[in-house]
């Protein structure tokens, strides 16, 4: 049923595609690396809102992880002479070729949530988050939270040698350099999984006196939250309260935490690139005005202040 | 019986001893690794967590040592985790009882192995590329059954297979030494477990002496797929969500290495599955070892394959003859010490 569900989606879709609205004054092509993660769906539903909110009229394109798809893609778009070009490059190399053609044919292209190793007069503008930045927020957050107090941070790392595990880290520990009494006591990776994140959070509860000396978590991502969460909960303890439990992502799963006040905060990596992307490419379409080479999404900090289930609700439609 | 339980025993020396050597490592490097307590109705200890996070590795590898001592493999049983995990989410999340979601899931899991195991047994296809189509596709199934989403749910029967506490022992603990004792019991009690070897030793001969080699090709992926059904459910239980990309993810491996370290030969024929579970709960030690040890997570791997490079050259034919030879040499040298008395002392024994 449900597999017929999807069939029936996916068809539909693929007819959404093909069509093209006449009305639109600007038409975008966007080559989309895939649909490997929620977040990536996210970004997916939220480019087409933003697309058809502004009255754009978008071609996708969906590369299924293949960089010569997205080379396929992009020639495509350069030959049905669209306006830009919006693209999540699925790696850093190999771009230079592609984008000289689209810089020859007078097509701006933006990067959206990704950067490539190209000259950067072969586009426009890349709007990615700073995932320093992310990782600063969350260890501002516990900073002002704990205040004086001593405080042993636990850490789930996300998948060894990923540039948001290193990035993530970086930024909480820069955070956290000024409090001497916020210490990480113990930091091992959780591969960004619900699984690896509630078996490590398990031994991290039995190396630290069965979470006693444990005040906070901070994850790298929401999904190793949720499983750890669960960890606390068998342990006795109390998530939220007993330890302090900060992410980063804000998936909409993280938000029903924060209602139950199992978790306390997270940091978000806004699926919405399209948005500023579309803003800089309407400026620069109506009077040329160049924008920086780089735009930097907001990482918004989520409490439970902010009504966990009202942004649940918002989000949970959205494909994550 | 206590005879063949004692050769059984000698039979696996090197595993457990393997096991006991890493176990007081563990302990070592994180002091109370031994302890167990009673808390909030459970037991509560590293060891407890050896056994439960084991579950997933250990059902895999008794459906593993089958398929191996037919001479096969199976690939697959990862991508069918997942697969299966997804099912019971679906199911659970669209309104099915509890009864129907776990016979539908258990069901679904025995579909993939019965389709493995008719490409080996009909078809003739070697067993590695038969599975390994499964293996391929499974995450692509598995992802359209959940829609390209984690599915979670909340249903308090279905999450107590994965976290659930029966008589203060993890479920997923109870499960599956409850059925390696069903299936260890099955083949040794019967000419079952002989039929697999001789299948294993020889496919042809096994058929020319009246073995019915494709029934019991079937019914050993069958069982390989089912355990991978009930794998999966507890993975899916235990994080309240069936995750398609993620659970049971190169499991397939862990499983295998668990039948190997067992001490049983990929090339079929005899088996053992006490073995693979001994393997399956090195594997497990090794990797709760690494997370109490609070080394930094690029040691992982390394620190893991290390440690079973080592076990396995222990275990090789060369060194095992080494040292036998060893041995052998050192008991007839305290012999001549003792008195050069060596047959009488033989006799009496």
């Known amino acids: 049923m449900r597999i017929l569900k999807t069939l029936v989606g996916a068809a539909a879709l693929a007819g959404l595609m093909t069509t093209t609205a006449l009305a639109a004054d600007m038409t975008v092509g966007f080559s989309q690396i895939g649909s490997e993660s929620g977040w990536r769906a996210a970004e997916t539903t939220l480019t087409k809102q933003q697309a058809e909110e502004r009255g754009i009229d978008l071609k996708f394109a969906d590369a299924q992880q293949k960089q010569e798809n997205q080379i396929k893609a992009i020639r495509s778009f350069i030959a049905q002479g669209v306006d830009a070009i919006l693209l999540a490059p699925v790696v850093a190399t190999g771009w230079d070729q592609v984008l000289e053609e689209a810089k020859e044919a007078e097509i701006p292209v933006v990067l959206l949530d990704r950067t490539i190793d190209a000259p950067d007069d072969l586009y426009l503008t890349a709007v990615t988050s700073d995932l320093v930045h992310e990782g600063n927020v969350a260890g501002q957050w516990l900073a002002d939270k704990v205040g004086d107090e001593q405080c042993n941070v636990v850490e789930l790392q996300g998948t060894t040698g990923s540039s948001p595990a290193i990035d993530r880290k970086k930024g909480f520990e820069q955070a956290i350099a000024d409090h001497d009494n916020i210490k990480i006591v113990r930091s091992q990776t959780g591969d960004f999984t619900r699984t690896k994140g509630k078996e490590v959070m398990e031994s991290f509860l039995k190396a630290e006196n069965g979470g006693k000396d444990i005040c906070a978590l901070y994850a790298h991502n929401d999904d190793m939250a949720v499983g750890a969460i669960q960890a606390i909960k068998e342990a006795g303890l109390k998530p939220g309260e007993d330890i302090l439990v900060v992410s980063i992502d804000a998936v909409p799963d993280i938000f029903q935490a924060m209602a139950n006040g199992e978790a306390n905060a997270t940091v978000e990596l806004t699926p919405n690139m399209a948005g500023p992307a579309f803003d800089a490419l309407e400026k620069y379409k109506a009077d040329g005005t160049e924008p920086p080479k780089w735009i930097q999404t907001e990482s918004k900090l989520y409490t439970q202040a902010d009504d966990p289930m009202k942004v649940y609700e918002e989000k949970k439609n959205l494909g994550y | ?349």
């Open chain 2, 1 to 349: 019986m206590n005879a063949s339980l004692r050769s059984g025993l000698l039979r696996l020396a090197p595993q457990i001893a393997a096991l006991a050597v890493i176990l007081a490592l563990c302990a070592a490097i994180a002091p109370g690794f031994f302890d167990i307590s009673f808390a909030n109705g459970r037991l509560y200890g590293s060891l407890i967590d050896i056994l439960n996070r084991g579950a997933p590795t250990a059902l895999l590898a008794i459906g593993m040592t089958l398929v191996i001592a037919t001479k096969g493999i199976d690939l697959s049983v990862g991508a069918v985790m997942a697969i299966c995990g997804a099912t019971a989410a679906a199911l659970i999340t669209s309104g099915y009882g509890l009864p129907a979601t776990l016979a539908l899931t258990l069901a679904t899991g025995i579909v993939c192995g019965l389709w493995n195991g008719a490409l080996v047994a009909f078809l003739g296809i070697q067993p590695i590329i038969a599975t390994l189509i499964l293996m391929v596709a499974g995450r692509g199934i598995a992802q359209l059954i959940t829609e390209g989403v984690i599915l979670t749910f909340n249903d308090q029967g279905l999450i107590f297979v994965g976290s659930g506490i029966l008589f203060g022992v993890p479920m997923p603990v109870v499960l599956w030494i409850l059925i390696a004792l069903a299936v260890g019991l099955a083949v040794r009690f019967s000419a079952l477990g002989m039929l697999i070897e001789a299948v294993g030793v020889n496919r042809r001969a096994a058929y020319l002496s009246g073995v019915g080699t494709a029934g019991l090709l079937l019914a050993v992926y069958a069982l390989s797929g089912f355990c991978a059904a009930i794998a999966g459910t507890i993975a899916a239980a235990d994080i309240r969500g069936a995750d398609a990309n993620n659970a049971g993810l190169w499991l397939e491996l862990d499983a295998i290495l668990a039948v190997v370290i067992g001490g049983n030969s990929l090339l079929g024929g005899r088996f053992s599955i006490v073995g693979s579970l001994v393997g399956a709960m090195i594997i497990q030690s090794i990797n709760t070892g690494i997370l109490l040890s609070g080394y930094p997570p690029e040691f992982n791997l390394v620190i893991k394959a290390v440690i079973i490079v080592a076990i396995l050259v222990l275990q090789s034919p060369t060194s095992r003859a080494f040292l036998a030879f060893a041995w052998r040499k050192r008991s007839s040298a305290s012999q001549e010490a003792a008195g050069q008395q060596p047959a009488p002392g033989r006799q009496a024994s």
